[in-house]
């Protein structure tokens, strides 16, 4: 168990699940599909421990899913997953906040929200002062947001 990023750890489990050999290649074989949030800490194949915020990412050519911790998503596949994971926290702590950039993208991209709450999103996201009718609309795009996010662990 490790306390910190450990590159090599995380090279070489990487490379074991995919199908090319070359760092370089494998790294293009791999992509973010999901988020999640542990109830209990877990540990990232680079060796970090404790991690909460997981990024599931998936080996388009073998297939191979796996779960690592956001830190190794952005030096790995240079995808800001910290951003998705703080515009999380800032929802639940104030649902008339809006999701930032990144995470509207991910969540589009997804399917969560549709093109309407995108566009809306999009045009409102830093406004401070909304109407009643676009507080309302903010709420609802957050809570299928936090719907969304796949919890793991004891409930």
């Given at each position: 168990m490790g306390d910190g990023f450990n590159f090599a750890q995380l090279k070489k489990a990487i490379l074991g699940l995919s199908k090319a050999t070359d760092w370089e290649v494998a790294k293009k074989e791999w992509k973010l599909v999901?988020?999640?949030e542990a109830d209990e800490p877990e540990q990232c194949l680079c060796g970090h421990f404790p991690i909460i915020d997981?990024?599931?990412?998936?080996?388009?050519t073998t297939g191979n899913t796996v779960d690592v911790g956001n830190v190794c998503v952005k030096r790995f596949l240079g995808f800001r997953s910290d951003l998705?994971?703080?515009?999380?926290?800032?929802?639940?702590?104030?649902m008339t906040k809006a999701i930032g950039e990144d995470a509207t993208v991910f969540f589009h991209q997804r399917g969560v929200i549709n093109n309407w709450?995108?566009?809306f999103q999009q045009s409102t996201m830093k406004?401070?002062?909304l109407s009643g009718a676009q507080l309302a609309s903010r709420r609802q795009i957050n809570e299928k947001v936090?719907?969304?996010i796949?919890?793991?662990g004891i409930a």
């Amino acid at each position: 168990m490790g306390d910190g990023f450990n590159f090599a750890q995380l090279k070489k489990a990487i490379l074991g699940l995919s199908k090319a050999t070359d760092w370089e290649v494998a790294k293009k074989e791999w992509k973010l599909v999901g988020i999640t949030e542990a109830d209990e800490p877990e540990q990232c194949l680079c060796g970090h421990f404790p991690i909460i915020d997981l990024c599931s990412i998936t080996n388009g050519t073998t297939g191979n899913t796996v779960d690592v911790g956001n830190v190794c998503v952005k030096r790995f596949l240079g995808f800001r997953s910290d951003l998705i994971f703080a515009s999380i926290k800032r929802i639940r702590k104030d649902m008339t906040k809006a999701i930032g950039e990144d995470a509207t993208v991910f969540f589009h991209q997804r399917g969560v929200i549709n093109n309407w709450e995108y566009g809306f999103q999009q045009s409102t996201m830093k406004k401070r002062k909304l109407s009643g009718a676009q507080l309302a609309s903010r709420r609802q795009i957050n809570e299928k947001v936090l719907a969304a996010i796949s919890r793991r662990g004891i409930a």
